[in-house]
């Protein structure tokens, strides 16, 4: 690849680089040829600097373009991936007397203020704030700033891809291009991606594109640990001296986890880093965990994306490996400089153990996950119908409903969706319509006005919180219900890895004055369940069932310990006993309960189709789905075992029902559920049926239902002794 000769002389001579990595003569040089392209490779594969290359190396080839306006947009999904590389930027930039903006939330004011005067060749940014100055500022202001864009990198593509702030993001793209004089190249960086063309079509829209994937990766050793209640202490005492990540399930088990290591009087460094605790603190935590030759960075989530913090010895997980790239993303944070990462996975439960196993075994067939889709978000649809409105100040009804097209996330919605979202949002007040423009209205106001407004950028529900403080200096936050139940002036809780006692609780102001005192209880934060997505639990039958190779077998037991391996074998061969095979479906009437299990290994998205159609085929039932099937509780003095063949007539004839009336979900949904309440941000100013359907697209999965249930023989289990490891 030939590179502007600054560029190639600073790569050689001040960066010291032997050589390009294998990603990077990949995606280079069809970056330079102008490809929007997807960059595909495992953590410190040099990725991100694949994608700056072309930008710099355009720059020099064609100097008047800087100074001018933002030549690069880099967006990332948090504000500290942001700060860490702006951190490896400002050298580059520094070298080659190019400027950047990092643009956040908590970034500096004057900085934004500089930019506003004089925009930068490189603006750095998240979503939210891309949002929002796409509302606030003026029409010059945007394209004075982004008039000359000819880059848009998305760093950590698949944190964004099929969630909320994808579909946000998809638009955000789609608006901003109205305001740059060429269309730019865009590039996305991701380090585990099932579906690179679907991923590449989500954030490309159309047009050509490349994708660059390194195809081997770094050797992954990850071990599973049957635990005990105090082997992860013990772990990660034994290893004091090693530099440890560690991951949970959740804010809380990191304060857990950081209590019983405290009680168990661990000699190292320790740091708790996750999104309750103060930016300072975590920034400061990244700052001493990436300098140290030692120490251990518990945390929920945080790490699994490309944050620097230097070279990693382990990897330990705290729960189940609950998905094959997540667990790759983890894994691969530990062993840079090597040519293995380690990963030691502690689990609990044999359920816990069999959905690591099918990650896991996942893992060792190059497989990953595909994730659950939602074909029509109407809710962030309807967010962005309302950012576009307060962007335009006011707009015509067919043009905004062009402009909302051109996102790849809002083709399939029609003109009568629209006219159903646009005639809800007149009822409730939030818009009007005056000479055929759309303007924002009273209710708009009412809702999101003065600081409210803050909340509006972000297409997620931010729960109330009480702030923290220590001597005036904020530690970080706790949520308003949890506050509200056990934190009274007197009580004591953790928080960031330390005990404090209230001795202060202002509800008007939302404070808590705290001192630091020896003792505390771990607090509780609102979060999401973990949904396990339907390949990983069918992944579950192929190893119950005993349908994969020898070979893999060997391989999966070879990770194990001693005590996970012997329940691995127990349950293989509960499981013989009962007749569970890798293409079966399973019944079986409990006759002390009045239930009936439905062993279905279709994960709870298919589970719920199930669920409902036979709740509302058998009027005398009550059903509850979970991850591996569905339990019927029948209201009747007959004998169930005389509803088996009943049930097994109503699965049988879901995939024509469903193919033939689509519409019977539906209306099963709504008998089952009577008015459906989720939780969505944004969800709760749609039309009613579409606030139902998107309920449904959410949570079940019609056509992978069909398939599962047409690959499948439905019998009856020969014998219960699988029921006493699993749960239905």
Known sequence: MRLHFRLANYIAGTLRWPDFT???????????????????????????????IPVFDKLLKNPSTAGRGVFC??????????????????????NFSFSFTLWHSDAPENRKAAFLRSPTDLLMITPESLESYLINRSEADKRKAFNPVQFVIVDEAHSFYGSGRGFQLNSLLSRLASYTSNKFQTIGLSATVENPEKMAKWLFSDGDYHIADELSSKKLDIRVIFSGESDIEVFLKQNADSKIIAFTRSRADCEFLADRLDAANYSGEMYVHHSSVER??????EKKFKSAPSGLMINAASFELGIDIGDVDLVVNDGPLDSPSRTRQRAGRAGRRSCVSRCINFVSGCQELLISLASLNMINGDRLEKKHDVEKPYDIYLHQFLSTVKQFGAIEAGRLFTELKKAESHKKITEDEFNAIAGKLKLIEFIKEDNELIRLYKGFEDKFS????????????????????????????????????????????????????AHNVDYNRLVIKAKRVGSGKTPIWKSERCIYDYCVVAEIQKILGDTISSAEKEKLISALDYKAASIYNKMTAAATASGIQGDGLYLWADTDTGEIKILTFGSIYVNNVISVLISNALKESKTDASI????????????????????????????ELIQRSPETLYNAVIAMKGKINYKSKYAQYLPEELYNKLYIMKFFEPDTTIKHIKARKISRLTDTEILKYINI
Request: aromatic fraction near 10%; glycine fraction near 8%; charged fraction near 20%.
């Open 22 to 52: 294998k990603i990077q003569k990949i995606a280079v040089p069809e970056l330079i040829s102008g490809k929007n392209s997807l960059i595909v490779a495992k953590t410190g594969a040099g990725k991100t600097e694949a994608a700056m």
């Open 73 to 94: 947009i880099y967006i990332a999904p948090l504000k500290t991936l942001l700060n860490d590389m702006a951190a490896r930027l400002s050298k580059w930039c520094e």
């Open 280 to 285: 300072s603190l975590r920034e400061y935590a």
């Open 450 to 501: 003065r600081m409210n407004f803050l909340s509006f950028y972000s297409v997620f529900e931010n729960e109330t919180q009480f702030s923290v403080v220590e001597n005036a200096a904020r530690i970080g936050s706790l949520d308003a219900a949890y506050v509200y139940g056990s934190v009274a002036p007197g009580e004591k809780f953790m928080l960031a890895g330390n005990k404090y006692l």
């Open 628 to 655: 591996l099937g569905v339990c019927v509780s029948i209201n009747s003095s007959n004998d169930i075992r005389g509803y088996l063949g009943c049930i097994e007539k109503i699965i049988s004839a879901i995939p």
